[in-house]
């Protein structure tokens, strides 16, 4: 029982770190902000698209990926310095995560969806009996991950500096 007591403490010393908490708003501003642009576009048809939307989507303006590293990048360099380690460390986690964002995903997602039209296009054709679209996971455009980034770093600079 001594063990679990611990491992809540820690876990409530979690949920009220500066850190943590600026993070999690970075994602879920990004999400929101995502969320009201679709819908106010009406790209939104039901309301399960949009709990799904404001909870796990990906791709979309802004990036809440992007957001999210952004701000934990910031807070550790508030917190801890530009010069120590762990900035290093949150540094490259967010030049990876940027990177997959923009490239990456994007490009598999371009992929996804030339082999769907070539596939379905086949199927059209009676050259294959069946085929089954890949999911067309979304990265995001240049400008989506400059927003995200963005966002995250002013929401970082207000929960540790303001």
């Not at 490259?92 to 039209?117: E, H, K, L």
Request: aromatic letters at 12%; hydrophobic letters at 50%.
């Amino acid at each position: 029982m001594c063990m679990f007591k611990g491992v809540w403490e820690q876990f409530q010393t979690l949920l009220s770190s500066p850190i943590f908490l600026a993070c999690v708003s970075s994602w879920f501003l990004a999400q929101f902000l995502k969320t009201l642009i679709k819908l106010f576009a009406g790209k939104v048809h039901s309301i399960k698209e949009l709990v799904e939307l404001l909870i796990w989507r990906t791709g979309g303006m802004p990036s809440s990926h992007s957001a999210l590293v952004a701000c934990l990048c910031t807070c550790i360099g508030i917190t801890d310095g530009f010069d120590s380690g762990l900035f290093v460390l949150s540094f490259c986690f967010f030049m990876v995560t940027i990177r997959d964002a923009v490239g990456v995903r994007r490009a598999n997602g371009i992929q996804a969806n030339m082999i769907n039209r070539i596939g379905n296009l086949l199927k059209d054709q009676g050259l294959v009996q069946e085929y089954k679209n890949l999911k067309e996971v979304q990265g995001h455009s240049p400008m989506e991950v400059i927003v995200g980034c963005i966002l995250g770093f002013f929401v970082g600079i207000g929960f540790l500096v303001l």
